[in-house]
C-alpha cells in the first residue's frame, strides 16, 4: 500500500495546524520525488517512534512521498496511540496493517522496517538512534542530536560503524533562503564579520506550574518514558512537551532552538568550536514556575577573529531587530539579518563601500524538503547529498551542550581543539556524558 498524502489536510485532520507556520505547510510537489522512484517495489516502510510532537509532524512530511508505507507506530502513551490511529483513519488510510507498540525494541525488531523517525524527548535519541542503525535501519532523529556531548559522539560513531542514511530534523538546512543567505555571507560583501548574534525570543513558551506529584495518567508506561533518565516519581509539569525545561530529559530553549539557529551563525562563518565559553542567565521571566533549565541566557563565545552571541527569553518576543528569532552578521559594510521568514542586509552608514539588500521572504517549506532530501539518500545512499548528516549536528548540538554546560558550573570554560575536551578535568568528568539509569546503558560502538 502506497499513503500519499495531502499533507495539509493531513495536519488539519490531525488538529495540527493551530501551532504556527511550520505545521502549515502545503503539499509537497511531486517534481521533489524523481519519477524513478514512483514504484511499489521502491516502497520504503516506515517505523515512527514518538509521536505526540515533532515526530508526528516529520512522520506525515514522510507520507506524503511517493513509495512510503507506514508499517508501525510506537509510544510510551496509548492515549497518543489512539489519536493517531485515528487521524490516520480520518485521511482514509487502512491502519488495519499498522503494528503498534509501546517499547521501541520491538519495532526494531521488525525486519521489514527500512527506516525509523525518532521523534521521543532528548533523552531517548542517542539511544534509540544507535540500536536502530545496529538493527541496520536508517534513522530520522529529531534534534537536538543528543543530550550530552558523549552522547553525540557515541551517536557519530554508531552512524560510521554501522553505515546507515541518518538525518538529523534541523530542516533550516533545507530552506532556500537560507542558503542564500549564507552565500551573501561568504561572499565578502559584508566586509569583515566582528560578530554574530543568535537570538531566541518566545513569548508563548512558558513552563507549567508548580504541582503534586500523581499518579502517571492511564495508559501511560512512566518507567519507559523515564527510560534511562534518573527515576522520580510522575509529575505532570515534566511531562510531555514540558520535558524541555528539565535537565534530566533536555536542554532547555538553548538546545531545543539553539541547534537551529546557532548552526547558521557557525556555518556563515566556516566556524569549528569556541575557544572559550561564558554563560550568564537564570529564571527571571517564570521564577514560580516549574523549571530547571534557564528561561533567561545570554552566552559568550570566542572564535578566531570574532565573536558570537547567543540569546534566549522566554515570554517575551521583542527580540534584536523587532524579530522574535534570528542570526545577525555584523560586518563593517553592513548587517545580514536571517531568520525563518526571509532575510535582508542592512548597510554600515559611515561604510565607503555601502551595501544593502531589501528584504527577500522565504518561498519553501523546510521540513517537506528536508524529509524529501532524506528519502532521496535512503534510495541513492550517496551520504555526501544529505542537508543535515549527523556530523553536522553533532557540532551544532555541541557547541550548544557548551553554553548550558558554563551556564550550569558558572565557569568560564576553555576548548582544548586538539585534545577535543575542555581545559579542566571537572568539568569533562561532571558533564560529558550523562549517567544512564534503571539497567539501560549506552552501547559501546
Same mark, same amino acid.
Given at each position: ?55 508526528? &509532524? ?76 545496529? =538493527? ?10 543528543? @543530550? ?11 552512524? /560510521? ?66 527510560? $534511562? ?10 511531562? +510531555? ?18 541547534? +537551529? ?15 572559550? #565559553?561564558? =554563560? ?8 514560580? %514556575? ?16 570574532? &565573536?558570537?552571541?547567543?540569546? +534566549?527569553?522566554?515570554?517575551?518576543? &521583542? ?17 545580514? #539579518? ?13 561604510? =565607503?563601500?555601502?551595501?544593502?539588500? $531589501?528584504?527577500? &521572504?522565504?518561498?519553501?517549506?523546510? %521540513?517537506?524538503? +528536508? ?20 556530523? =553536522? ?16 558550573? /558558572?565557569?568560564? %570554560? ?14 569533562? /568528568? ?7 539509569? @534503571?539497567?539501560?546503558?549506552? $552501547?559501546?560502538?
Amino acid at each position: 500500500m502506497l499513503m500519499n498524502i495531502n499533507r495539509r489536510h493531513f495536519l488539519q485532520q490531525s488538529g495540527l495546524l493551530a501551532g504556527g507556520a511550520l505545521l502549515s505547510s502545503s503539499f509537497v510537489s511531486s517534481a521533489l520525488v524523481p519519477p524513478r522512484y514512483r514504484s511499489a517495489s521502491d516502497q520504503i516502510n516506515v517505523g515512527a517512534i514518538g509521536l505526540n510532537g515533532m515526530g508526528w &509532524n516529520d512522520l506525515a512530511a514522510a507520507l506524503q512521498l511517493h513509495g512510503v508505507h507506514l508499517s508501525a507506530l510506537c509510544d510510551i502513551d496509548k492515549n497518543v496511540l489512539d489519536r493517531r490511529l485515528k487521524d490516520l483513519a480520518a485521511v482514509k488510510l487502512d491502519t488495519s496493517k499498522i503494528k503498534v507498540y509501546t517499547d521501541y525494541r520491538r519495532l526494531l525488531e521488525q525486519k521489514d522496517i527500512d527506516l525509523v523517525i525518532i521523534g521521543t524527548p532528548d533523552h531517548w535519541h542517542a539511544l534509540i538512534m544507535i540500536e536502530a542503525c545496529q =538493527a541496520g535501519k536508517d534513522v530520522y532523529v529529531e534534534k537536538p542530536v543528543g @543530550n550530552s556531548i558523549g552522547e553525540c559522539q557515541a551517536m557519530l560513531a554508531a552512524q /560510521k560503524k554501522y553505515n546507515r542514511v541518518v538525518q538529523v530534523g534541523q530542516w533550516q538546512r533545507s530552506q532556500q533562503h537560507f542558503k542564500d543567505a549564507v552565500d551573501f555571507v561568504q561572499s565578502g560583501q559584508l566586509g569583515n564579520i566582528r560578530t554574530v548574534k543568535v537570538w531566541c525570543y518566545q513569548g508563548w513558551m512558558k513552563p507549567a506550574p508548580v504541582v503534586a506529584d500523581s499518579a502517571p495518567p492511564a495508559g501511560v508506561d512512566y518507567t519507559m518514558w523515564l527510560g $534511562p533518565a534518573p527515576t522520580r516519581t510522575f509529575n505532570s509539569s515534566r511531562f +510531555h512537551f514540558n520535558f524541555r525545561w528539565f535537565w534530566d530529559y533536555a536542554g532547555g530553549l538553548m538546545t531545543d532552538w539553539g541547534v +537551529h539557529l546557532l548552526d547558521y551563525g557557525l556555518l556563515g562563518m566556516k566556524a569549528t568550536n569556541p575557544k572559550t #565559553i561564558t =554563560a550568564l542567565g537564570g529564571d527571571f521571566a517564570y521564577p514560580d %514556575l516549574s523549571e530547571e533549565t534557564p528561561d533567561t541566557l545570554t552566552v559568550l563565545y570566542e572564535f578566531d577573529g570574532f &565573536n558570537l552571541v547567543w540569546d +534566549h527569553a522566554m515570554g517575551i518576543d &521583542n527580540g534584536s531587530y523587532g524579530r522574535d528569532h534570528g542570526i545577525a552578521y555584523i560586518g563593517n559594510n553592513g548587517t545580514l #539579518i536571517l531568520n525563518r521568514g526571509g532575510w535582508e542586509v542592512i548597510e554600515e552608514k559611515k561604510s =565607503a563601500q555601502k551595501v544593502s539588500k $531589501p528584504f527577500a &521572504n522565504s518561498v519553501d517549506n523546510g %521540513l517537506d524538503r +528536508h524529509m524529501a532530501n532524506f528519502i532521496d539518500v535512503v534510495r541513492s545512499r550517496k551520504m555526501e547529498e544529505l542537508h543535515c548528516p549527523v556530523e =553536522a549536528a553533532v557540532h551544532v548540538a555541541t557547541v550548544a551542550q557548551m553554553g548550558n554546560i558554563s551556564y550550569r558550573s /558558572k565557569e568560564r %570554560l576553555v576548548w582544548d581543539a586538539a585534545a577535543g575536551k575542555f581545559t579542566d578535568a571537572k568539568i569533562n /568528568k561532571q558533564y560529558w556524558m550523562k549517567e544512564y539509569h @534503571n539497567g539501560w546503558k549506552l $552501547p559501546v560502538v
